[in-house]
């Protein structure tokens, strides 16, 4: 039976992503801060299921979540680093500088702790796979993602230094670099305003995280002699913004 540990399964994409392994009876270890959240899916997913409780920010937390697994729960074939967030929607001149402290401790140390945790025990089994959440906003600027779309340029360019590094290892790395998709995301960012979260997706059938748990489960369970290194993936309703230009006439 394989086994898949996945940070931020306490909604949107981890949560949707352990209930589509489970489907295919795979065992998930599944993580996030909100006990309770990760006590229903308990009593939800059953057997199948291990909850862990703690932040990824904290490295201690997250090494000793680890290494405090059972025999049973050792072995893991997947790692998905899903936790993250983004906090604000100002400019780099209004942005808060602690939502920025936060999203780089969640979104680049976050990720880069439970990657150290986990890798040993990949590297002991010459073999695991590493799926990494990026984001197109990691690729393509708009304004107002400043802090947060370099967060995900950080995760979408470590996902392939991972690659270059782990070669040899038989160890897969993969980002899935998702648009739009309606999940709590947009009321993590507007800091619980739920109407500002709501208007955010408006008549544009963003993506649903089942589609994202599709596309994480697909790759994830390919033949282990494929690699997708990245997916990037929209709402057929986003596209790009031209250039901006700022205009004076004389
Ligand atoms: P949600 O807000 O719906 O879920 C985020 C999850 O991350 C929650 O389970 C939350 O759990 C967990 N999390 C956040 N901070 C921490 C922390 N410090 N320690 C542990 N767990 C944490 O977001 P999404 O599902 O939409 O996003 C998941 C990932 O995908 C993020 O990395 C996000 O940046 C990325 N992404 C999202 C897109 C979108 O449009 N929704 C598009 C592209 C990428 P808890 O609060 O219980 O700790
Ligand atoms: C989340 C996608 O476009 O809202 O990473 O920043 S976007």
């Known amino acids: 039976m394989k086994t898949v540990f996945i940070t931020g399964v306490t909604a949107g994409f981890g949560e949707a992503a352990a209930k589509r392994f489970i489907k295919e009876g795979w065992r998930v270890i599944g ?3 909100r006990l309770e959240k990760l006590n229903a899916l308990k009593a939800q997913l059953g057997e ?21 697994l ?8 997947t790692l998905v680093n899903n936790a ?11 942005a808060e500088l602690s939502d920025w402290e936060t999203m780089i401790d969640t979104n680049i140390k976050g990720l880069l702790y439970v990657s150290k945790a986990i890798l040993p025990k990949f590297i002991e089994q ?37 690659r270059a590094d782990l ?22 960012r507007f800091k619980g305003d739920l109407k500002k979260a709501k208007d955010f997706y408006q008549g544009m059938q963003a993506l649903t995280a089942d589609d994202i748990a599709e596309s994480i489960y697909w790759c994830a369970a390919l033949p282990k002699h494929m690699n997708i290194n990245k997916i990037e993936m929209m709402p057929t309703r986003q596209s790009f913004a031209g250039f901006a230009v700022h205009r004076e006439l004389d």
């Open 31 to 33: 993580t996030g801060r």
């Open 70 to 77: 059972s025999a049973q729960w050792q072995n893991i074939d």
């Open 167 to 188: 070669i040899g290892k038989n160890i897969r790395v993969t980002c899935v670099e998702p648009g739009f998709c309606e999940t709590e995301f947009a009321e993590v």
């Open 126 to 162: 010459q073999s695991g796979h590493i799926i990494n959440l990026g984001s197109t906003a990691g690729t393509y600027p708009y304004p107002g993602a400043n802090v947060y779309g370099s967060s995900k340029a950080f995760v979408n360019m470590l996902s392939l230094e991972m």
């Open 84 to 94: 993250g967030l983004a906090l604000g929607l100002g400019s780099f001149d209004k």
């Open 48 to 68: 199948l299921f291990l909850p862990l409780c703690f932040d990824v920010c904290d490295k201690q937390a997250v090494f000793d979540a680890v290494s405090g």
